[in-house]
């Protein structure tokens, strides 16, 4: 099936270092979502990109769908500890989960 | 906070034991799902219902039955369960999937706080 791959698996960062993730198919993606899924809680929906090469934004977090519509990237600038939990990519078109990227973030 | 509501949000059951999860949204969604999450691991997409009917099933043991009574109640009967089984079970929402050529569209998925189900 479209499976996709997801990393790194886990990242460790310093209050205010920067923070990517990125999650590729083998093959061509209709639509891709990305969900915040923190410590105990349940996976909360952040973004959905469609056109190839899409780039949006909220606040300090960014998102980009590639130009083959076969990956795409969550970047957080300045992280904070409210930042911590699980990212998540998701096939929209099949409803699959990536494998996630678990983000801890030092006070 | 979701709008989407799990019931109960633990249970302990026995491997002879029969039970039911209980997943119920009032956004008008007729797409609802059904994952299973293990610890530390991607929820695992086990049905889909599309407009009360089921969609998808990923080859899931039939000691898992699902039932949609109608477009605002998902239910997962649980009979004769594995340790193995123990997980989060998390419902989820989301409007009607459209299958428009050449490709397929899902909006946004609305999750519920999930079942912590343990399997003695």
């Known amino acids: 099936g479209q499976q996709v791959m997801q990393i790194p698996q886990y990242q460790h960062v310093q209050e205010g270092e920067d923070f990517t993730t990125y999650c590729n198919s083998s093959t061509t993606l209709s639509n891709i979502q990305w969900y915040k899924q923190r410590p105990g809680g349940h996976p909360v929906f952040l973004i959905q990109?469609?056109?190839?090469?899409e780039v949006k934004k909220q606040k300090r977090l960014t998102f980009q769908f590639g130009e083959a519509k076969k990956n795409s990237s969550l970047h957080i600038t300045a992280t904070q500890t409210t930042d911590v939990g699980t990212y998540f990519c998701?096939?929209?078109?099949?409803?699959?989960f990536g494998d996630g990227t678990t983000l801890t973030v030092k006070p | 906070d979701t709008e989407v509501t799990q019931t109960p949000k633990h249970l302990v059951m026995g491997m002879t034991n029969k039970k039911s999860l209980k997943c119920e949204q009032h956004?008008?969604?007729?797409?609802m799902y059904w994952y299973k999450q293990k610890a530390k691991k991607p929820p695992e997409l086990m049905f889909v219902y599309s407009y009360e009917k089921l969609s998808i099933n990923e080859s899931v043991p039939s000691r898992f039955s699902p039932e949609c009574p109608n477009s605002s109640l998902l239910n997962l009967h649980l009979h004769a369960l594995q340790p193995e089984d123990s997980a989060l079970y998390l419902c989820?929402?989301?409007?009607?999937?459209?299958?428009?050529?050449?490709?397929?569209?899902?909006?946004?998925?609305?999750f519920g706080n999930g079942t912590r189900l343990t399997v003695t």
């Open positions: 989820a929402s989301s409007q009607a999937i459209r299958q428009a050529s050449p490709s397929s569209y899902n909006s946004p998925l609305h």
């Open positions: 998701v096939n929209a078109g099949k409803s699959t």
């Open positions: 990109l469609v056109k190839s090469g």
């Open positions: 956004m008008g969604h007729r797409a």
